[in-house]
T-cell receptor, first 121, second 111 residues
């Protein structure tokens, strides 16, 4: 079974600074997806960024980027120019291939325990 | 996410009572999921449905039942609620691009 570990229960950063959230995972599979989700106090789960394991290039979405180290099974999230609205719980998640016969993914996501990020003014 | 609607948003039950959490989608996705979120444990999969008419157990299925009667709806039932089932419950849809779309969550308290 796959496991996802987030070793930082809480992090804090000053507004406009950069912060990195850590995530490691354990799998024997070669093909999979990795995700970072954000959960603000509203409780809504929001997709921040996704990475396909077969892609060597690290994913980037505006101020959010990842450092994907496949051999080390590490998937960290870097938030640049932190904003007050980035204050939230962040979850790392893993999803194994394959897709079903119809070509539609039905795979389950396995989540880490979460990291609470607080951005201070 | 407007495409996933969960009801109710909040519920308080007494031990032994039953209830059903409803989830409905308007995004035409095949796969649907029920997760529970507890402090320090992230989200854990209770049950999922790969397609209409099929359901499978996830990581923590004990004490729950599900029903996927049509493509649009996936319900989660607690037959005899226990305090250990106090949690926030999320319904989610599986996108073709791999990620999940989540509902707004339902907070359940069992006294």
């Amino acid at each position: 079974a796959q496991t996802v570990t987030q070793s930082q229960p809480e992090m804090s950063v000053q507004e406009a600074e950069t912060v990195t959230l850590s995530c490691t995972y354990d799998t024997s599979e070669n093909n999979y997806y990795l995700f970072w989700y954000k959960q603000p106090p509203s409780r809504q789960m929001i997709l921040v960024i996704r990475q396909e394991a077969y892609k060597q290039q690290n994913a980037t979405e505006n101020r959010f980027s990842v450092n994907f180290q496949k051999a080390a099974k590490s998937f960290s999230l870097k938030i640049s120019d932190s904003q007050l609205g980035d204050t939230a719980m962040y979850f790392c998640a893993f999803k194994q291939f394959p897709f079903n016969a119809g070509g539609t993914s039905y795979g389950k996501l396995t989540f880490g325990q979460g990291t609470i990020l607080t951005v201070h003014p | 996410n407007a495409g996933v609607t969960q009801t109710p948003k909040f519920q308080v039950l007494k031990t032994g009572q039953s209830m059903t959490l409803q989830c409905a989608q308007d995004m035409n996705h095949n796969s649907m999921y029920w997760y529970r979120q507890d402090p320090g444990m992230g989200l854990r999969l209770i049950y999922y449905s790969a397609s209409e008419g099929t359901t499978d157990k996830g990581e923590v299925p004990n004490g729950y039942n599900v029903s996927r009667l049509n493509k649009r709806e996936f319900s989660l039932r607690l037959e005899s609620a226990a305090p250990s089932q106090t949690s926030v419950y999320f319904c989610a849809l599986g996108a073709n691009t791999g990620e999940l779309f989540f509902g707004e969550g339902s907070r359940l308290t069992v006294l």
